[in-house]
C-alpha cells in the first residue's frame, strides 16, 4: 500500500471516530466554509475507501476475497466493510455502523435486514447473570479489550476498557449481564452488546464480537437459526474446570495442522458469503489416551472438515489445587510443537522451550506436568517456533479456578485476542519462522 492510500485509510478511520461530533467551524470566510464542508463530508463513513486497504492485494471480485488485515478473536475474522457490502447489496443505501454491528436491537427487535452473528466468539448470558470475561493477547500489537454497556471494578475504580501486551492477560472484567458491576441494577440491559479492540483499525478489520444478553424470562431474543446457519455457535465459554486440591488428571492434546473457518466474506459479484479457511496450527483436545494414540494428521484434519465454523480454542481449565500431566502429540508435517505455560508451577523441564519438551513431526509424546497452585488466567502457547506457531494459531489459555468463582459466576468467558501472521493468511507466500 503506498503512503497515499495509507493516508485515505487514515482518513476514513478518522472520520469514523468523528461520528456525531460535527461541530462548526469558521462558517464566515468562503474558504473556511468550503473547508468546514469538506471536514463535514469526511463525517460520512467512506466504507469504499476503508476498503482501499484490501483493494491493493487484488483487483474486482478478489479485492473483496481477499479484504482482511489480521486482525481476529480466537482466529477469526470478520471485517466490518464486508458487512457494509452485504448490507448495500440486500437494498440498504447506506448502512450505519449499527446496522452492521447489531443481529438484534436492545428491545429485542429484529432489524430489517439481518445478519448473521460475527465469526467470532459469540459470549451469552441471561439478564441479571454474574459474568466474567477473561482476556488473552497474543501476537506482536497491543490491544484494548472493551465492552459496551458494561463497567466493571478494578482496585476499587469502575473501568470498562484496558490495554493488553503481547502474552499479557486481563481477568477483571466481572459484572451482571445487562446490569451493574456490583449488582444487578438496571443499566445496559437485554440486547447485543459490541466488545471489541479499540484500536479503531484493528476493530473495522476484525477484531470484535458481540455479548447478547437474553431476558431473564426465556423470551427468547435468538436470531433465526434456520436463516442463519452455524452462526453464534462459537461461545468462548471456559470448559469446567478439571481435577480439584491434590488431585492430578491427565489431559491428551495434539498439535495438528488444519483447516480452519479463518474469515467470512461477501462477494458482490457472485452474491455469495464465503468463508475462508486456511490451515490453521491448532492444539486439539481428544478424550482419552487411546484417541490420542489413534490421532493421525489425516483423522485430525477430518475432525476440522466438521467443525470449521464452531471449533473453540483449547483451553485448559483446572480447579485451583490441581496437578496436571499434559501429553502432546505432534501430527504436523514439519514442524516442531511444545507447550509454553504462564503461571503455574513447575520445573525447568516442563516449561516446553528445552529440546526434551519439544514435540517432533511424526515423534513421541511428550509429556509436562505443572502444578495449578495460584487462581487466575494465564498464557499458553508454543514455544519451539513461536513467531510462525504462534502467527497461525497453536496457542491456548490455562484458566485456574477457586471453589468462591466456580460457585460466583454463572458465566465464564475467554477471548483470545490474535494478529495473523500475513504472510500466511493471504496465503502470498509460506510463512518462515525462526525455529531453533
Ligand atoms: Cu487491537
Redesign the pocket.
Known amino acids: 500500500m503506498n503512503l497515499v492510500q495509507w493516508s485515505m485509510l487514515a482518513g476514513s478511520l478518522s472520520s469514523l471516530l468523528a461520528v456525531g461530533a460535527c461541530t462548526n467551524t469558521g462558517p464566515d470566510a468562503p474558504d473556511a466554509a468550503k473547508a468546514a464542508a469538506e471536514v463535514h463530508n469526511e463525517f460520512d463513513l467512506d466504507w469504499t475507501q476503508l476498503g482501499l486497504g484490501c483493494a491493493v492485494m487484488g483487483t474486482g471480485n478478489a479485492a473483496h476475497v481477499m479484504c482482511n488485515h489480521g486482525?481476529s478473536l480466537n482466529l477469526r475474522n470478520e471485517n466490518l466493510y464486508q458487512r457494509h457490502l452485504l448490507l448495500t447489496d440486500k437494498g440498504i443505501a447506506a448502512p450505519n455502523e449499527a446496522q452492521m454491528m447489531h443481529g438484534v436491537a436492545a428491545n429485542g427487535a429484529k432489524p430489517a435486514i439481518q445478519l448473521p452473528d460475527p465469526l467470532t466468539p459469540m459470549l451469552r448470558a441471561r439478564l441479571g447473570e454474574r459474568v466474567r470475561v477473561r482476556a488473552v493477547s497474543y501476537g506482536p500489537?497491543?490491544?484494548?479489550f472493551h465492552i459496551h454497556g458494561h463497567l466493571w471494578v478494578d482496585n476499587g475504580k469502575r473501568k470498562d476498557t484496558r490495554v493488553l501486551g503481547p502474552a499479557e492477560v486481563y481477568d477483571a472484567a466481572e459484572f451482571y449481564a445487562g446490569g451493574g458491576a456490583v449488582a444487578p441494577e438496571p443499566r445496559a440491559g437485554a440486547g447485543d452488546w459490541m466488545y471489541h479492540?479499540h484500536?479503531e483499525q484493528?476493530a473495522v478489520t476484525g477484531?470484535w464480537g458481540m455479548f447478547r444478553v437474553l431476558p431473564k424470562d426465556g423470551a427468547l431474543l435468538e436470531v433465526d437459526a434456520a436463516a442463519l446457519g452455524k452462526d453464534g455457535r462459537f461461545t468462548g465459554e471456559v470448559p469446567t474446570p478439571l481435577g480439584g486440591p491434590g488431585q492430578t488428571v491427565d489431559v491428551w492434546v495434539v498439535a495438528a495442522e488444519v483447516p480452519l473457518a479463518v474469515a467470512r466474506v461477501y462477494t458482490p459479484a457472485t452474491r455469495a458469503l464465503l468463508t475462508l479457511e486456511r490451515d490453521a496450527r491448532l492444539f486439539m483436545p481428544v478424550a482419552d489416551e487411546k484417541a490420542f494414540l489413534a490421532a493421525t494428521a489425516a483423522s485430525q484434519r477430518k475432525v476440522m472438515e466438521t467443525q470449521a465454523e464452531t471449533f473453540q480454542p483449547w483451553i485448559l481449565s483446572l480447579r485451583r489445587g490441581t496437578k496436571v500431566r499434559v501429553h502432546l502429540r505432534n501430527v504436523m508435517p514439519e514442524a516442531p510443537a511444545s507447550l509454553h505455560p504462564h503461571g503455574v508451577a513447575y520445573d525447568i523441564a516442563n516449561d516446553g522451550t528445552l529440546e526434551s519438551s519439544v514435540a517432533q513431526p511424526a515423534g513421541p509424546p511428550v509429556v509436562s506436568e505443572w502444578l495449578a497452585d495460584t487462581a487466575g488466567t494465564w498464557p499458553l502457547h508454543d514455544h519451539a517456533r513461536q513467531v510462525e506457531n504462534i502467527g497461525r494459531g497453536l496457542f491456548s489459555a490455562i484458566v485456574v479456578k477457586s471453589p468462591e468463582e466456580e460457585k460466583s459466576l454463572q458465566r465464564d468467558y475467554l477471548v483470545i485476542?490474535h494478529d495473523y501472521d500475513m504472510d500466511w493468511f493471504m496465503g502470498a507466500a509460506k510463512p518462515t519462522g525462526a525455529g531453533h
Open positions: 486482525h500489537l497491543f490491544h484494548t479492540c484500536v484493528h477484531m485476542f
